[in-house]
């Protein structure tokens, strides 16, 4: 079947915009996480939802990144006032559930560059 | 600061040799850990995962081992084949908690 899907692939923005990137989770999977991944690190956690709502925003660094799924399926990533320090691959990820030995599905990746 | 450690950015194996990928962690509450593989341009892919009520779990040429009281796990690849060229990330949970990441190490498959 469809595995989670993210668009779009690239984005170039200038310093300053705003940006959105949308993320389709596998269909049925209830979970789903936002990543974000620089050069040579690994998958730093954002946020994620179980359905509609976020059960965990710690991962966000601040008040420009905000994310919502309001339907429980469909996530958008949304980041206000970009800054050249947000360049970095977002990674989503969805789940079954949000249980421990469920594993994460992740979608290919948005890679954000602000210039 | 790392929760979850893997010191190694490379490694080299010949084709058919075992390959051994290391993951050490500091919070003594991770109790499910995880390894990803890795392919450039494509999100992580789920490889296999242990519990820790388990010290091994093997599927296919895939075995992890998990070590508590060293807050050790590790990959074992055997025999290893060039399409297991890839970054690996190790990843560790506590509960429900949402999964945290190591650097990741490039393994090279040499035919």
């Known amino acids: 079947g469809a595995g989670v899907s993210q668009t779009p692939s690239n984005k170039v923005t200038e310093k300053g915009k705003y940006v959105e990137l949308r993320c389709d989770p596998i269909?049925?999977?209830?979970?789903l996480y936002w990543y974000r991944q620089s050069l040579g690190q690994g998958p730093e956690f954002l946020i994620y939802f179980q359905g509609t709502g976020a059960a965990d925003d710690s991962g966000l660094p601040n008040d420009r990144f905000f994310a919502v799924r309001p339907e429980g399926s469909v996530s958008t990533l949304k980041i206000q006032r970009t800054e050249r320090g947000d360049s970095a691959v977002y990674l989503c990820?969805?789940?079954?559930?949000?249980?421990?030995?469920?594993?994460?599905?992740f979608g290919n990746g948005t890679r954000l560059t602000v210039t | 600061d790392q929760q979850v450690k893997q010191n190694s950015p490379s490694l080299s194996v010949q084709e058919g040799r075992i390959s051994i990928l290391n993951c050490d962690y500091t919070n003594s509450m991770f109790d499910y850990f995880l390894w990803y593989k890795k392919y450039p341009a494509e999100g992580p892919t789920f490889l296999i995962s242990i519990s820790s009520i388990k010290d091994k779990n093997e599927d296919g040429r895939f075995t992890v081992f998990l070590n508590k009281s060293a807050k050790h796990l590790s990959l074992h690849i055997v025999p290893s084949q060039p399409g297991d060229s890839a970054v690996y990330f190790c990843a560790a949970r506590s509960g429900n908690t949402p999964l945290v990441f190591g650097k990741g190490t490039r393994l090279s498959v040499i035919a």
């Open positions: 990820a969805s789940s079954r559930d949000s249980s421990y030995n469920s594993p994460l599905h």
């Open positions: 269909s049925g999977h209830t979970a």
